[in-house]
């Protein structure tokens, strides 16, 4: 098979390469599955960089990268079930503690890790179900009914915080939404009640002159940026959802306003999620789908040899979707 991987950290157009390898074979319990598309993340852009304070070379002698994906099911190993075989699919933690992720022609992975993809769901949209999706979905229910609640995503046109959105709205919550002006109208038409400019500094007054009693759940892409703005706008028992902080990694905590609204500060990192609130969260995502309210944003489709231009891309920000590689 075809792939792309890395031996080393570095810049992506100094350590990616294309590689034949051996196609793999399904273990106890694996399938595999002939991918059309691979889902590119942040975290899978820091992970080929090095992170700061990580390991100086990667953990495994060659690296496919990325999580996501999806494709149909060309062989399945002992243990599951041959009806699986020509099942379309989408992939959560493909790379997760592996060596070998979706940047390759096929994938073999535990069965559960390859969800069925309903066949409403088109091969794009499911190749971003795993990381923006799920995250989303957690960030949105994790906490249960939103009926008639308030719900402040920040981020609103990025690839998690547009999902978020569309969630929030489908699950008949009152959604703010921050955004930059010329996405105003994309974050709108998700489903936000209110956008506000992301960088106002009125911006904690324009959410309480909406929502004069705070807000009872965020969906929180820069906790450390916006930990003092969401001090002021919680109510009393609120719920901080909190899956990114990489402007600010180390913030300070105003802890009596947190200790006195009784806060919770629910963290998330999607490749933990247990079984039950995994499934919760595939539930959500394909229900909404059935159902009309969430279709997902796709910023750029890239041809296989543009993996790196992917990865630089997504480095220099300003995505306004999911980033897909078409295999």
């Known amino acids: 098979m075809r792939a792309i991987g890395y031996k080393s950290f570095g810049a992506a157009s100094d350590v990616l390469e294309t590689v034949e390898l051996p196609d793999p074979v399904a273990g106890h319990g694996e399938v595999v599955v002939d991918l059309v598309y691979s889902g590119v993340n942040p975290s899978d852009v820091k992970s080929r960089a090095g992170r700061k304070g990580g390991p100086s070379v990667p953990e495994h002698d060659f690296v496919i990268p990325h999580s996501d994906g999806a494709g149909v099911i ?8 041959p009806s699986r075989l020509g099942e379309r699919v989408w992939i959560w933690n493909g790379q997760w503690k592996r060596a070998y ?28 179900l795993g990381i923006p999706g799920l995250t989303a ?6 906490g249960g009914d939103l009926a008639g609640k308030s719900v402040l995503v920040c981020g609103g046109a990025g690839a998690v915080g547009h999902i978020a959105v569309q969630l929030a709205k489908w699950a008949d919550a009152h959604v703010v939404a921050t955004a930059s002006e010329k996405n105003r109208d994309k974050v709108k038409a998700a489903g936000a009640d209110h956008v506000l400019e992301y960088m106002s500094p009125s911006l904690s007054h324009d959410i309480l002159s909406r929502y004069p009693q705070g807000i009872d759940r965020a969906v929180e892409l820069e906790f ?3 930990v003092d703005l969401l001090a002021e706008v919680m109510r009393p028992m609120g719920t901080i959802a909190a899956y990114g902080s990489a402007l600010d990694l180390t913030p300070t905590l105003p802890f009596f306003q947190y200790l006195f609204k009784a806060l919770t500060i629910d963290i998330t990192l999607v490749y933990l999620l247990e079984i039950e609130a995994r499934q919760a969260a595939i539930d959500v995502l394909h229900q909404a789908s059935q159902e009309g309210a969430l279709t997902i944003a796709i910023d750029k489709i ?11 891309d997504i480095q220099n920000g300003g995505r306004t979707g999911v980033s897909l590689i078409k295999i």
Do not use: R, W
């Open 74 to 81: 060309s062989a399945v190993g002992e243990g599951v079930d």
């Open 101 to 128: 992720g979706t940047m390759a022609q096929k994938i073999a992975l535990p069965s559960a890790q390859a969800v069925y993809l309903p066949d409403h769901i088109s091969f794009e949209q499911g190749a971003a």
């Open 137 to 142: 979905a957690h960030c949105v229910m994790g």
């Open 224 to 226: 450390g940026v916006n």
């Open 302 to 312: 890239y041809e296989f040899e543009d993996c790196a231009q992917a990865h630089e």
